[in-house]
């Protein structure tokens, strides 16, 4: 069955970093567009970055633009999410996603916590 698995979530100090992983399985990888979103308490979930099968193309929401860099490892199926310069409005449950189009997502994860707190 289809399994999207995250994992590197935890606590961390304002401006550092949290590298998040999400490992792929029982679909084509390497087919599929993935993206990683975040929810905090009493909001919305919303998309932070994108990127396509090959991974040559990546789009990020404004807010992370320069500090976050999604990438992906599709020998590994694996796609990950590299967090630097953390701020505390980063924190929020961190959930990857996979779709086959550019309609809605097929695949979700459960999520996992990112806290930046001092």
């Known amino acids: 069955q289809v399994q999207l698995v995250e994992s590197g979530g935890g606590l961390v100090q304002p401006g550092g970093t949290l590298r998040l992983s999400c490992a792929a399985s029982?679909?084509?990888?390497?087919?599929?567009?993935m993206g990683w979103f975040r929810q905090a308490p009493g909001k919305e979930r919303d998309l932070v970055a994108i990127i396509n099968w090959s991974g040559g193309i990546t789009n990020y929401v404004g807010s992370v633009k320069g500090r976050f860099t999604i990438s992906r490892d599709n020998a590994k199926n694996t796609v990950y999410l590299q967090m630097n310069s953390l701020k505390v409005e980063d924190t929020a449950v961190y959930f990857c996603a996979a779709r086959v189009d550019a309609t809605s997502f097929n695949y979700w994860g459960q999520g996992t916590q990112v806290t930046v707190s001092s």
């Open positions: 029982g679909f084509t990888f390497s087919s599929y567009e």
